[in-house]
């Protein structure tokens, strides 16, 4: 079992930066693709970005792409989401997610990939 706890969020004017947080317990992340993934009020939980498991490969929504970047420290076990040039349309609740079925590969873009979740942290932009 694979804990996973976000951090980092908050509340942000548009064009601001945060940097959000994932660090699991329970077992090294070394072996695991992790992933991002944000759900605003109303609408599905929707794919970010996601990263394979030493940090070789990355993928992105084309909605972040650029402005976005995943990365991890496996000594650490944490993975983290660089958010710059943010948007009010960013707003939402950001989960992290872990897979060890994709290893050695990125993740996939849907929630059934995953199979690990964290209880999400706040992201709020103002415009």
């Known amino acids: 079992q694979v804990q996973l706890v976000e951090s980092g969020g908050g509340l942000v004017q548009a064009g601001g930066s945060l940097r959000l947080s994932c660090a699991a317990s329970?077992?090294?992340?070394?072996?695991?693709?992790m992933a991002w993934f944000r759900q605003a009020p109303g609408q599905e939980r929707k794919f970010v970005a996601a990263?394979?498991?030493?940090?070789?490969?990355?993928d992105y929504a084309d909605s972040v792409k650029g402005r976005f970047t995943i990365s991890r420290e496996n000594a650490n076990n944490t993975v983290y989401l660089q958010v710059n040039s943010l948007k009010p349309e960013d707003t939402a609740v950001y989960h992290c997610?872990?897979?060890?079925?994709?290893?050695?590969?990125?993740?996939?873009?849907?929630?059934?990939?995953?199979?690990?979740w964290g209880q999400g942290t706040q992201v709020t932009v103002s415009s």
């Open positions: 997610a872990a897979d060890q079925r994709s290893y050695p590969n990125v993740g996939g873009r849907q929630r059934y990939d995953y199979d690990y």
């Open positions: 329970g077992r090294a992340l070394r072996s695991y693709a």
């Open positions: 990263i394979n498991y030493s940090g070789s490969s990355t």
